[in-house]
């Protein structure tokens, strides 16, 4: 178990450009979560998946992003043409639902992608 | 609308005391509840979580306590260490819409926790 792992650490991107970041979640976690965390407040959820499903979107994700979880295990945020508010840390987590047992899984998280728009 | 409320944003305490971090919540959907604990330039990790079907939760020096009629948890951690000097995050859940299983978790702002040697 090597945890969930980002890729990059940092990015530094001029306004209007792409940029995608990869996240590799815990092997055995079936599902996979992006957060965005600005200075001063707590993660903000932004997506999930459950395998390759994409569950639910928060209304936070606007037009610009979109994720991608093509066979159930990475899975890609992409931002188009940035803005300087698209500044954040970008956090994946990953946790395994097993409704069979009753059980609630706690979030992994990864240690983010810093993204800086200039 | 702040679901997660934490509202003091910092604490300090002396090596081996207690620390006491509090928690509010409004959506009373809410039954699956985690603190983490965040280092600068790392992701949040685990510490510890409480069912609601449950009011108290032991794991070594930290402890949670949750009070649903209020709608407020709290962590406890005794005694105190230096290396416990970091942000806290409390967490909640409810049951997805889709699948009926808890999913995503809504975050408070954080309590900067500083414990002095």
């Known amino acids: 178990d090597t945890g969930v792992s980002q890729n990059p650490r940092h990015k530094i991107t001029k306004r209007g450009q792409n940029v995608t970041f990869r996240c590799d979640p815990i092997?055995?976690?079936?599902?996979l979560y992006w957060y965005r965390q600005t200075l001063g407040q707590g993660p903000e959820f932004l997506t999930y998946?459950?395998?390759?499903?994409?569950?639910?979107k928060s209304r936070l994700l606007s037009d610009r992003f979109s994720a991608e979880r093509p066979k159930g295990s990475f899975s890609t945020l992409e931002i188009q043409r940035t803005e300087q508010g698209d500044s954040a840390m970008y956090l994946c987590?990953?946790?395994?639902?097993?409704?069979?047992?009753?059980?609630?899984?706690?979030?992994?998280f990864g240690n983010g992608t810093r993204l800086t728009v200039t | 609308d702040q679901q997660v409320k934490q509202n003091s944003p910092s604490l300090s305490v002396q090596e081996g005391r207690i620390s006491i971090l509090n928690c509010d919540y409004t959506?009373?959907?809410?039954?699956?509840f985690l603190w983490y604990k965040k280092y600068p330039a790392e992701g949040p990790t685990f510490l510890i979580s409480?069912?609601?079907?449950?009011d108290k939760n032991e794991d070594g020096r930290f402890t949670v306590f949750l009070n649903k009629s209020a709608k407020h948890l709290s962590l406890h951690i005794v005694p105190s260490q230096p290396g416990d000097s970091a942000v806290y995050f409390c967490?909640?859940?409810?049951?997805?819409?889709?699948?009926?299983?808890?999913?995503?978790?809504?975050f408070g702002k954080g309590i900067t926790l500083s414990v002095r040697p």
């Open positions: 959506n009373s959907m809410f039954d699956y």
């Open positions: 409480i069912s609601s079907i449950k």
């Open positions: 987590a990953s946790s395994l639902e097993a409704r069979w047992q009753n059980y609630n899984s706690p979030l992994h």
């Open positions: 092997s055995e976690h079936n599902r």
């Open positions: 967490a909640a859940s409810g049951p997805d819409h889709l699948t009926g299983a808890n999913s995503k978790l809504t």
């Open positions: 998946f459950q395998n390759e499903a994409q569950l639910e």
